[in-house]
């Protein structure tokens, strides 16, 4: 399949999620990732933007009545990094997870201007 943008993870956060996830659910989140990656419109329900956050999305990953959120931004529109995740309890996405992943982005765009990868 073709792909349209690039995904990398920021630093270890996402891999620290992915690694405590059961196989299933891996497995799930790898077909979203490849949806972000092959789609040139990816559906909302794979990836919303979050209200209020300037640039700040959430890639959605549902599996029976299990909810998960991995954090990502796009950078120069066809590369998506991807932040922290978390699994998803209630109906709003707490906003310490939202706090955490705007910090990571605010890194990201720091040490890119600085340089440092």
């Known amino acids: 399949m073709e792909r349209v943008r690039k995904v990398i993870s920021y630093k270890n956060h996402f891999e620290d999620f992915l690694l405590k996830q059961p196989k299933k659910v891996q ?6 990732i490849e949806a972000i990656e092959t789609l ?3 559906p909302s329900n794979y990836l919303k933007a979050i209200t209020g956050t300037n640039g700040l999305y959430e890639a959605r990953i549902k ?3 299990n909810i998960w959120r991995v954090f ?3 950078d120069k529109g066809k590369l998506v990094i991807l932040l922290n995740g978390f699994t998803k309890k209630t109906q709003k996405t707490p906003k310490k997870e939202i706090d955490k992943a705007l910090k990571l982005m605010a890194e990201y765009y720091q040490n890119k201007k600085g340089g440092k990868r």
Request: include cysteine.
């Open 27 to 32: 497995n799930k989140i790898f077909k979203v």
């Open 40 to 42: 040139e419109r990816v």
């Open 63 to 65: 599996l029976a009545s």
């Open 72 to 74: 990502c931004f796009f």
